[in-house]
């Protein structure tokens, strides 16, 4: 499978948007999934993962309450729904799946299968 993410770009402290991650077939129903991101001058850290079935979801401490992953199995997409965005959200996103990965890992490792990357940035 391939992924394609989408969604990033400026927006203000605040705000909100919406990041897809679109699969390039109808497999990807049996992967799991997760987003991870790097800022600037950072490493790259886990935002969220989700199961295969959607029903096991997992975040980082510092997006809990502001964030929601959830995928659409008819459409093959994961979503980054991001609200109440901060300047230090600022990353470039990366959508990853994986067939054998657990659900909700925190692992990149486990992530076999990239996106190309969304930059968002917000400002103050």
């Known amino acids: 499978v391939q992924l394609q993410a989408s969604g990033g770009g400026l927006v203000q402290a605040g705000g909100s948007l919406r990041l897809s991650c679109a699969a390039s077939?109808?497999?990807?129903?049996?992967?799991?999934a997760g987003w991870f991101r790097q800022g600037p001058g950072k490493d790259r850290e886990f935002v969220a993962a989700?199961?295969?079935?959607?029903?096991?979801?997992v975040y980082v401490d510092s997006v809990k309450g502001r964030f929601t992953i959830s995928r659409d199995r008819a459409k093959n997409t994961v979503y980054l729904q991001m609200n109440s965005l901060k300047p230090e959200d600022t990353a470039v996103y990366y959508c990853?799946?994986?067939?054998?990965?657990?659900?909700?890992?925190?692992?990149?490792?486990?992530?076999?299968?990239w996106g190309q990357g969304t930059l968002v940035t917000v400002s103050s």
């Open positions: 989700i199961s295969r079935s959607g029903g096991i979801t």
């Open positions: 990853a799946a994986d067939r054998y990965a657990r659900g909700g890992s925190r692992k990149s490792s486990e992530y076999r299968t």
């Open positions: 077939d109808g497999t990807f129903g049996n992967y799991a």
